[in-house]
């Protein structure tokens, strides 16, 4: 079992910042890829970002050039830079931790909010 934890949502003007982070327990090297998903109110779930054990990375195009997803592996804890963030950024975001080799493996994290005011 891996447990996922995220923490640094919070309520943000548009265009400002805020970083979260997904600190990984447990079974931890039983995946290999983590990612940051978001679902905003009546709509589905959907991809931010993710990175891979080899540090590659993958971004929705809504947040390409404004997000940064970086790991730090002795800390097990991934974060989500966000930058020039916008109201429709609102949403929870979800940290998620998958195995791209048993893709029965799939750990979530409660969720943080995060509310971008214009």
């Known amino acids: 079992q891996v447990q996922l934890v995220e923490s640094g949502g919070g309520l943000v003007q548009a265009g400002g910042s805020l970083r979260l982070s997904c600190a990984a327990s447990?079974?931890?090297?039983?995946?290999?890829?983590m990612g940051w998903y978001r679902q905003a109110p009546g709509k589905q779930r959907e991809l931010v970002a993710t990175?891979?054990?080899?540090?590659?990375?993958n971004y929705a195009d809504s947040v390409k050039g404004r997000f940064t997803i970086s790991r730090d592996n002795p800390k097990n804890t991934v974060y989500l830079q966000m930058n020039s963030l916008k109201p429709e950024d609102t949403a929870v975001y979800y940290c998620?931790?998958?195995?791209?080799?048993?893709?029965?493996?799939?750990?979530w994290g409660q969720g943080t909010q995060v509310t971008v005011s214009s």
């Open positions: 990175i891979t054990s080899g540090d590659r990375t």
């Open positions: 447990g079974n931890i090297f039983s995946i290999n890829t």
């Open positions: 998620k931790g998958t195995n791209s080799y048993k893709p029965y493996l799939v750990y």
